[in-house]
């Protein structure tokens, strides 16, 4: 785009963030997939819309409004205007939020505790400007990491460490290491972000033991969690894992959801559980929420009351259960995960060419692909022009130069016909890159 004459600002002299290989990663890819639009693309974690075609986002707000009438006891007038004005920074569905996540959950943190944001991005942001006060206070975070994560990091300018991801979720050992070596140099590690279930980008797990040791390292190293539930209900019913939320006795865990994959992104809906005692040096006392709302109100005001009412009146409609609100779409992402893991064992399980692995999640959007050859935007490009298939390289969500050997291919937008065909593709460009195959392949943890 040419930039009207006169005056240029340097680019040098903009946040360093801008500069940031992460952010620059992200519109990469963003330019790459509308450059090659008929591509098949497994690139996008965004959610696909076609079972929400009929959602009647009017009859949803409308639902809500009669839930404040008749059921709150709020005026008929009072009730339209909580729609239409501004409204409170910590939310208008803060107590449906509560109880959802108590009766789901098992998480018991009262609507006073809770902040409704726009999207879990904007509740990383709004936690890690409450939790970092000075620039020695560092965020640790299990790698490979979700960008959205790491883009609010670098806005803040919040130095990162990375923890090494496990076959149980996190090396606790690194985390203990990368503490006490924070300290030796005057520094502390403030907080860990972390996503327990069916990560982005690897689709880890952390089990139930590492749960709780993290739980117990985080009281004993004195750090706050950052739990992102984004992607917890997926889980095949009956598997899900408690959250670090529900079991966190000792109040160490900030719990981030998100409406956007369990029923509607574009509402812009998500939310922080921050139930922390804050106490003032005057003696006064809080909770964390407090303070995220207070910040809040200098970022976006508030989250849009017409698209909470949408929220709202979708939870209603579903018994108040987050869970009954995101079961045909969990089951939607199961079943097209299931059909991208099978259409990878059908195409390059029997005869997997040498240095070729993939992991097998049972939930979430993301599955993982390792390739005996440098895995790059160059081998994008040639992946794209040659196949016509996209994906993300994984070096992307490393801090520390890893993931160079590996892709990530993402099963939330494509109907399972596309999914069958853009695997064929996928091997074949698989097969031309990594050589002759062998019988049987090694999978990823
Ligand atoms: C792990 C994770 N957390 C949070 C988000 C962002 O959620 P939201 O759209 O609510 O900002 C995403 C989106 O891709 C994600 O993958």
């Known amino acids: 785009m040419s930039a009207a004459p006169g005056f240029a600002l340097a680019g040098g002299d903009l946040h360093a963030s801008l500069e940031d290989p992460v952010l620059g990663s992200i519109a990469f890819l963003n330019e790459v997939m509308t ?29 809500y409004e009669r839930h404040l009438i008749e059921e709150r006891g709020t005026t008929a007038e009072r009730a339209r205007n909580l729609l239409h004005e501004y409204g409170p920074s910590r939310g208008l569905i803060n107590d449906l939020i509560a109880e959802a996540l108590r009766h789901d959950q098992g998480i018991n943190a009262p609507p006073r505790s809770v902040v409704v944001t ?58 203990r290491g990368a503490c006490a070596e924070a300290r030796t140099r005057g520094r502390r590690i403030r907080a860990v972000y972390v996503a327990p279930d069916y990560s982005n980008p690897s689709g880890s797990v952390l089990d139930l033991e ?39 006795t000792a109040c160490r865990v900030v719990h981030l959801g998100t409406f956007a994959k369990v029923c509607l992104p574009g509402a812009r809906v998500g939310f922080a559980v921050a139930d922390q005692r804050v106490v003032r040096a005057d003696g006064a006392e809080g909770v964390l929420a407090d303070d995220l709302a207070v910040l809040k109100g200098m970022v976006t005001v508030n989250t849009s009351p017409l698209c909470q009412a949408v929220i709202g009146g979708m939870l209603l409609a579903h018994g108040g259960s987050l869970a009954a609100l995101g079961a045909a779409t969990s089951a939607h992402y199961r ?34 692909v390792r ?24 070096e992307h969500f490393y801090l520390s130069g890893g993931g160079t050997d ?15 065909e853009g695997i064929g593709r996928f091997a074949a460009f698989v097969r031309e890159v990594a050589g002759p195959p062998r019988r049987g392949r090694r999978a990823l943890p």
């Open 35 to 63: 450059r090659y639009p008929s591509a098949i693309s497994f690139a996008p974690g965004a959610p696909n819309l076609a079972h929400l075609a009929d959602v009647d986002v009017t009859a949803y707000a409308a639902r």
């Open 118 to 175: 726009v999207g879990a991005q904007e509740a990383m942001l709004l936690t890690l400007r409450a939790l970092c006060r000075s620039p020695d206070d560092l965020l640790a975070v299990v790698e490979p990491v979700f960008v959205g994560m790491t883009g609010a990091a670098r806005l803040l300018d919040v130095d990162l460490v990375p923890v090494p991801e496990t076959a149980d979720g996190i090396d606790l050992d690194a985390l």
């Open 210 to 248: 590492t749960r709780r040791r993290l739980l117990a390292l985080a009281d004993h190293e004195d750090l706050v969690l950052i739990e992102d539930s984004a992607y917890g209900f997926t889980a095949p019913p009956g598997r899900a894992l408690p959250s670090l939320k529900a079991l966190d």
């Open 335 to 368: 079943c097209n995960l299931a059909h991208l893991l099978a259409a990878l064992d059908r195409e390059l399980g029997g005869a997997t060419p040498p240095g070729v692995r993939w992991n097998s999640p049972s939930g979430g959007f993301f599955v993982r």
């Open 371 to 394: 390739l005996p050859v440098r895995v790059d935007t160059a081998l994008l490009e040639r992946c794209a022009t040659e196949f016509g298939v996209l994906w993300t390289p994984m």
């Open 406 to 420: 590996e892709l990530r291919l993402s099963c939330s937008y494509l109907t399972p016909d596309r999914i069958d």
